[in-house]
């Protein structure tokens, strides 16, 4: 079962970049790395996925290493919008965890 | 396109009741998996759901239950409710197993 460990929460400035690491030691060959934004009473949001190296789209990037034991969402810029508590999620079906997540506090 | 739609929103039963919750998918998507969320234990996998099959099954007792239909639709339905039921219910659909899934707004279930 991927486990996945996370920071419980993270401070940051307006405008500054993010970045949010992930741990997943058991993580297996053909689990996928997801991230997620949850704001309070609302579903989580998909944010990015990737399987290696570096994935980019229009809100954040995501880097893997080679061993693909941790993974880390960057989010370039924050404002205050970005207040929410992020999701690293590993693993397909009955393995599906969510970790606790990290609560990221933007601050003006 | 319109997102994923669940209801109700919010629902108050009593210990011992059953209640049965619905969820739209994203128009197109045939995978459905269904979430539980508590301020204890975060979020949880309940099931997933593809072409009206249960995938894919989390570790919860055989009092959740749930079933998709030929549109995709899915339905869960919790039998004997105790008062550990009380939490929030998230439905997700994705255009195929294992990989992204976009989530609805919630069923807030509460057990008294």
């Known amino acids: 079962l991927a486990k996945t460990t996370q920071p419980i929460s993270m401070d940051s400035y307006e405008g500054q970049e993010v970045n949010i690491t992930c741990s997943h030691n058991n993580i297996a060959t053909n689990d996928y790395i997801t991230w997620y934004q949850q704001f309070p009473s609302q579903g989580p949001r998909f944010i990015i996925q990737g399987y290696k190296t570096k994935v980019t789209n229009e809100v954040a990037s995501l880097f893997i290493p080679a061993d693909r034991k941790s993974s880390t969402l960057s989010l370039p810029r924050v404002s205050l919008s970005d207040t929410a508590v992020y999701y690293c999620?590993?693993?397909?079906?009955?393995?599906?965890?969510f970790g606790t997540g990290t609560r990221l506090t933007i601050i003006p | 396109k319109a997102g994923v739609t669940q209801t109700p929103r919010y629902l108050i039963k009593t210990r011992g009741q059953q209640v049965t919750l619905s969820c739209s998918p994203i128009?197109?998507?045939?995978?459905v998996s269904w979430y539980q969320q508590t301020p204890g234990q975060g979020l949880q996998f309940l099931f997933e759901y593809f072409s009206e099959t249960q995938r894919n099954k989390g570790n919860f007792p055989g009092r959740f239950s749930g079933r998709q239909f030929s549109n995709s639709r899915s339905e869960m339905n919790v039998s004997t409710l105790e008062l550990g039921d009380s939490a929030l219910y998230l439905c997700?659909?994705?255009?195929?197993?294992?990989?992204?899934?976009?989530f609805g707004p919630g069923t807030r279930l509460t057990v008294t």
């Open positions: 997700a659909s994705s255009p195929r197993m294992e990989r992204e899934q976009y």
């Open positions: 128009s197109g998507h045939r995978s």
């Open positions: 999620l590993v693993g397909v079906g009955e393995k599906l965890t």
